[in-house]
């Protein structure tokens, strides 16, 4: 057995350390927040959006801080703080999806077809009068049957039949979206694609030099990619060097997208900052 | 290999090579953090997607019909809430008329912040159900979009309110999507602005005008779209911060003008990141390279 040496410290030993360390430092931290805080709530006055709450608004906001930091804390390490708040990010997202489920599409769209009156009389007072309930009632019957033979898989014979509400699924879908892609992405792309190579400007007819640029990069650009998924040839000669060109404006354009990517990252975690220095602490 | 330099101990570029990831996790944050306190502002030139969407909400003509669908969630308020709010003032600076939905379901309550701190601060003298409505969320995704194009009506029978829509004056006589001047989509992901472009704007291609705001990590998928179909498009927090100068300077405000700004604000940590992102790049391949040439020449 490897025993580790005296006096060096043990992993278990250094990971206890760590964490105690974290937790200081967050106890250190919240409570220089709560007294700079209050002095800066008892100099701004009104003004400051940290000050004059109400008790419970006062409540989430230190919620939502403390869940700030305890996702952020992960960036340090693993730690218990960490693995709370992602638990009850999970947990609350889960259960929001569940009941918004039920509450927007179940109750309006299925139960308020099946039995309006009741649905009005004790959850959707609002719900629409229908002007033919009967029909509505004999149609809703289908996604109910559709529905209850998607569960079925759960039961421990006849999987099968929840094969067929998802092949109703997923040819209504891919039905639906066929028509609009094609049209949408297939030919009005390929139009936007056929277009003058030299480009004037159609107000003064003068030559624009970065609009034929971008027409003629646009058209190359198309063209060479394209032919770098086109596999039936192999990719030798011109059909190579015009392949590996493809592969050039595919990196661009990765880059291009993981760049906005990291944007809009960046975007969050300063609106989590302003949210704990003006919110939480009211110091920005 | 060794990377130590004559005295012994390593030298900076291998340093550099082994540093603790949390070192740049802390620069980054610092990168951030200090420009939001010290309030660092730059100067944003308006590129041409947002002057796009500017004289596309322009163009249309005065107390129109408009529709904005708030098509994401918190998660993704922090690039498109300032766009959404600079587009309604927008909106209702040039005297349109404006309905509110949303395709995801806490859009909803996003409207309604930007009805409260936007439509209602800045425009006090608008109506609800002759100037503007709130249709609110509906379930079903690219199917809402897609009886919209055909029947509004059909997919909305009232409002979030319970108000059927044949008693609120602006949206009695609304059939269908071509019914309106322009659609602006802001958008998160799925469903939103491509939706939009598939199902509305391919069933009605000339009857509105499109436009969209959307997330940076979409952007690469509409921007195809872009000028064809889309008439105009705000790339993530940079198009908001430019399309937020437009605003203001042909429709300022005189107090709380920190709402109409916020895209701004954030441009301040943006650069800064990127400068210190850019930073560490080089450095990065510089102990890169500097490292294989010292294999090399061992």
Redesign the interface.
């Known amino acids: 057995m490897n025993h580790p040496e005296p006096n060096q410290p043990t992993t278990h030993g250094r990971g206890r350390r760590s964490y105690r360390l974290l937790w200081i430092s967050l106890a250190v931290l919240g409570f220089s927040m709560v007294a700079l805080r209050t002095a800066v709530a008892a100099q701004s006055g009104e003004g400051n959006p940290a000050a004059a709450r109400d008790l419970w608004t006062t409540v989430g906001v230190w919620c939502a801080a403390f869940m700030t930091l305890g996702i952020l804390s992960f ?2 390490k693993d730690n218990p703080f960490y693995k709370v708040c992602e638990s009850i990010l999970i947990g609350v997202s889960a259960a929001y999806w569940m009941v ?2 039920f509450w ?2 179940l109750v309006p ?1 299925l139960f308020g077809k099946l039995v309006p009156g009741f649905v009005r009389s004790v959850a959707l ?2 719900l ?1 009068v229908s002007a033919t309930p009967g029909l509505d009632m004999a149609l809703a019957f289908v996604p109910l049957a559709l529905g209850f033979m998607l569960l079925w898989r759960l039961a421990p014979r006849g999987g099968w039949i929840a094969v067929w509400p998802l092949a109703f699924i997923i040819g209504t879908t891919a039905g ?2 066929l028509v ?2 094609i ?3 297939l030919l ?2 390929t ?2 694609t056929v277009r003058p190579l030299v480009v004037f400007d159609q107000a003064t007819s003068a030559f624009n030099f970065w609009g034929t640029v971008g027409a003629i990069v646009s058209v190359v650009g198309v063209l060479c990619v394209l032919t770098y998924f086109f596999f039936s040839v192999e990719h030798k000669g011109v059909v190579g060097g015009t392949a590996r060109l493809g592969i050039w404006f595919l990196m661009i ?1 990765f880059g ?2 993981f760049g ?5 990252r ?9 949210f704990l ?1 003006r919110d939480w602490m009211g ?2 | 290999m060794n990377e130590h330099n004559g005295s012994g101990s390593p030298s900076f570029l291998a340093r550099l090579g082994g540093i603790d990831r ?1 070192w740049i ?1 802390l620069a ?2 610092l990168s ?2 200090l420009p ?2 010290l ?1 660092l502002r730059f100067p944003e030139y308006p590129g041409p997607m947002a002057k796009a969407t500017f004289d596309a909400i322009e163009s249309v003509p005065e107390g129109s019909r408009v529709l904005i669908a708030f098509d994401y969630d918190p ?1 993704s ?3 498109l809430q300032p766009m959404a709010n600079a587009m309604v003032h927008h909106c209702a600076s040039r005297g349109h008329k404006i309905v509110f939905m949303a395709l995801w ?1 806490l859009g909803r309550q996003l409207a309604d912040k930007a009805i409260a701190e936007v439509l209602l601060e800045f425009h006090p003298q608008l109506q609800y159900g002759t100037d503007y409505v709130q249709l609110g ?3 079903g995704n ?2 809402v979009v ?1 009886l919209m194009a055909t029947n509004v009506p059909e997919q909305y ?2 409002d979030t ?2 108000t ?1 829509l044949a008693n609120l004056p602006l949206v009695a006589d609304l059939r269908s999507t071509a019914d309106f001047k322009l659609i602006s989509s802001i958008s998160a992901g799925y469903p939103g602005a491509r939706e939009w ?3 509305a ?2 069933a009605n291609p000339e009857a509105f005008k499109l436009v969209c705001g959307s ?3 979409q ?2 998928q509409l921007l ?2 872009y000028p ?2 889309l008439d105009g498009m705000l ?4 198009g908001a911060a430019e399309y937020e100068m437009l605003v203001e300077d042909k429709y300022p405000v005189e107090k709380n003008a920190d709402r109409l700004g916020q895209g701004r ?2 441009m301040g ?2 650069l800064v ?2 400068l210190l ?1 850019i930073g560490l790049i080089v450095l990065g391949n510089i102990a890169m390279v500097a490292g294989r040439s010292r294999g090399g020449a061992q």
């Open positions: 960036l340090y918004n489920g927007s599409t769209n007072p609002d629409p639906m979206r609009a892609s049209e949408a992405d009005a792309q139009v936007a354009t291009s997208a906005l990517t990291v944007m809009g960046i975007t969050l975690l300063a609106q989590r900052f302003e220095f110091i920005a | 949390r996790f980054m944050g951030i953090a939001i306190l309030k998660a308020a922090a690039e379901p969320y509906q379930a690219e199917g897609k029978k009232t309110k319970g059927p472009v598939l199902f704007e391919s997330t940076g990590v952007v690469s195809p779209y064809k179909q790339v993530a927090v940079k604000v954030r940590p943006q990141a990127h992102m």
